[in-house]
């Protein structure tokens, strides 16, 4: 079961598994999200994970992922769905991490996506690992692919690097081979199966 509520995650993760279970997403079990209340990616990931697993008597992965701006001192970081509302409202989001970042008269356009992921059985162990992936904003947003804040972020390994496409200008699969996502699947999948 993937512990989320986001079909772009959910979607991503799906495709992260490659087939080898079958996903159902924690808002089509009708299961309430928990209110994350941990101070890291890390502690909230494996606070959503629990959740599911204990609630469901399914083994849940939940991923809890997020921005972090170095002019914002990290922001928005683990509160980066929050900055988009109640409404999910990205491109508000993601507008306010480009007044925020004018604000402080910096010019350092370095950011990083970091993702936490973590699988929990029911009322038993859990694995927990995180992926990063550096790179530089970019405003106005460009692309339409992807969700959150991909139309902002330009990855360091993108084609021709800094000044190349952002991860909302990518193919999916061109995303997954680099994202913070599939950086953190590749640690769990040696985690759980090597």
Request: hydrophobic share 45%; proline share 6%; net charge negative.
């Amino acid at each position: 079961m993937a512990a989320t509520h986001n079909p772009g995650k959910a979607r991503e993760i799906a495709g992260l598994l490659d087939g080898r279970f079958e996903l159902v997403a924690a808002g089509e079990l009708g299961l309430p999200e928990p209110e994350e209340t941990e101070t890291t990616f890390v502690g909230n990931a494996l606070l959503k994970a629990r959740h599911a697993a204990d609630r469901s008597g399914l083994i849940s992965i939940a991923d809890d992922s997020g921005l972090s701006v170095s002019a914002l001192g990290g922001a928005p970081g683990i509160y980066s769905a929050r900055w988009a509302g109640p409404d999910k409202d990205f491109a508000h989001a993601m507008a306010l991490v480009e007044q925020r970042v004018e604000e402080t008269g910096s010019d350092d356009m370095a950011a990083w996506f970091t993702s936490a992921l973590a699988v929990a059985w029911p009322q038993g162990p859990a694995v927990v690992v995180e992926g990063r992936v550096d790179g530089q904003l970019t405003f106005p947003p460009r692309g339409d692919r992807g969700f959150g804040y991909d139309p902002i972020f330009i990855p360091a390994q993108s084609e021709g690097g800094v000044g190349g496409q952002t991860f909302g200008e990518m193919d999916p699969a061109a995303k997954d081979g680099i994202s913070h996502r599939a950086l953190a699947f590749a640690k769990l999948k040696a985690a759980l199966f090597d």
